[in-house]
């Protein structure tokens, strides 16, 4: 459905005209008919002499309710704009239109109102004034149509030409990303909260649950209505109304974007294309401070100029704008900015990127990114955001490697996801990106990322060549990867034989690393092996093995697997030792059905201090449990009798 929106200066008689093509006063304050103003978004809709309907919105023309026009202007398709016949161009003629043209509407009609006030000499004037005015626009060549709501002189050509310039306008895209950019916050006896905007992007429907957003709230969507009249199904383009359930009338505001859950990320930083208009005052410095203006939502931003430290009016840059609260944007947005003092637009432009990395000024690898962004084909904007630099900004934990999963990448980059899988597709068979499980790279970040991924296992190996490998989390961490891609990408190089798992205890090694000793070390370990085989069950303790050899080396023993750990870890077995211990242990408990701590002692022909440790290291491996003071085998229940006790 498309949407017709009103602009135009102060008692220009927008609400008339609306009035007399729908029948609808839109003017719904009591504070609006009392001073025959028009204050806040009025709304109606109208059927176009094709039986097309139609939504239309009306904005107050007044400079101080600009903030009000602007949360209503941005999701129109045609725009109306109103002149007065008796005053022709007036200051909020040419801020509206600015407005317009900043938006990039260009489908539209212009009204010439209270043509009946004037003589057709007159007519013809403001006719050339304003075709004059719009040619550097937008909206050039839009059709003037004098026009009178008193006595409908050329209401029928208006219409005619309003459905000729509907029809001209795209059609709003279904990209199964709906948001609605709330420009109205109501609530009715019965009914709850109600909150309505122009939906785009996607479709809603009844008993759906929604997001609203920056506020993260959870709703369902109890009822809706288009028109005022009940719908099931809300779809891209339509003035819609949502009555939610869950939610109360003063948790939500005008500014706020209501979407499906976890499906869009508020931001505080996004890349944009800034034109500074031709009447802006003055210069616009870097570090400005602006009011940014998009969908319904108002919040005021730093300008970070990529390029230079001042924009020139008339001229356009590349900038980063720091948004000062969480805002809903997304790519191909469209925005305008203002100066609070004098309040005044200034300018506006284009989303590139709503969810970008801190960028350094003047860096041509940065502006040559937005240019893609700007201009390129579906491939060329994923590789854009595929190639990003890979810096990261102060205190970020956010990943240098770009690795992007298919529906993130499709919502960075403003596609659907068929054309997002097909551009990837094209884009494996040319070499230029890398499928590394779920997630998507380019060729030259995984080639990066691989190679930085093996430089960390193997610089490990070259500093503790004793050690059996790099601790997995500690691979992960150094690299700056998610848990999900880090084992991603793990699997990936284990596969192409490039990485290998240690046993079972987490540790990454190369695939040709064997943990090596010097001729020197390797004495030193004969020399402690033989102590321990010469008193297997009474053998050095920890504290004295690592006198010995030193801990590196008694590590390195430890993870080949040639010294066992028991208890608390102070306490050492020889491989050999160990595993006679418990075959000991276990023919006695097969035998016996029991065995104390004592009897263990006794068996083995040792302390209590080791015993303990070696029996309790038993019952967590259920080779044995305990029960009181004996333990039995595992599978043995209690009081189970032993073979023969009959």
Known sequence: MTCIGTAGHIDHGKSTLVKALTGIDP?????????????DLGFAWLTLPNGREVSLIDVPGHEGFIKNMLAGVGGIDVALLVVAADEGVM???REHLAILDLLQVRCGVVALTKADLVDEEWLGLVSEEIAALLRPTSLSGFPIVPVSAIDGQGIATLLRHLQEACARAPERPDRGRPRLPIDRVFSLPGFGTIVTGTLIDGSFQVGQEVEILPRGLKARIRSLQRHRQVISLAQPGERTALNLAGIARQEVARGDVVTLPGLLQPTTLIDVRLRLLLEAPRPLSHNALVDFYCGAQVVPATVRLLEGDELQ???SAWAQLRLQEATVVERHDRFIVRIPSPSLTIGGGEVLDAHPRYHRRHRREVLQHLETLAQGDPQAIIMAHLEQPLHRSPGSARSPWPAYELAELARLSNLTQPVTQQALETLLTQRRVRRVGTYWLALSVWQALSEEALHLVRNYHEQFPL???LSKEEWRSRLHLSPRLATEVFETL???GLL?????????RLPDFVPTFSAEQQKQVERLLQIFRENPFIPPTRGEAEALVGSELLNALIERGELVKVGDGSILFLREAYERAVALITSHLQEHGTITVAQARDLLGTTRKYVLPLLEHMDEE????RVGDTRLLASQTAGARKPGSE
């Open 494 to 496: 284990r596969r192409e």
């Open 622 to 625: 259920r080779i044995t449990r």
């Open 500 to 508: 290998t798992e240690a046993g079972s205890a987490g540790l990454l």
């Open 27 to 39: 003017d719904r304050l009591a504070e609006e008919k009392a001073r025959g103003m028009t204050i």
């Open 467 to 469: 050690r059996s490998g």
């Open 91 to 93: 200051p909020q003629t």
């Open 313 to 315: 009016p008339g001229e």
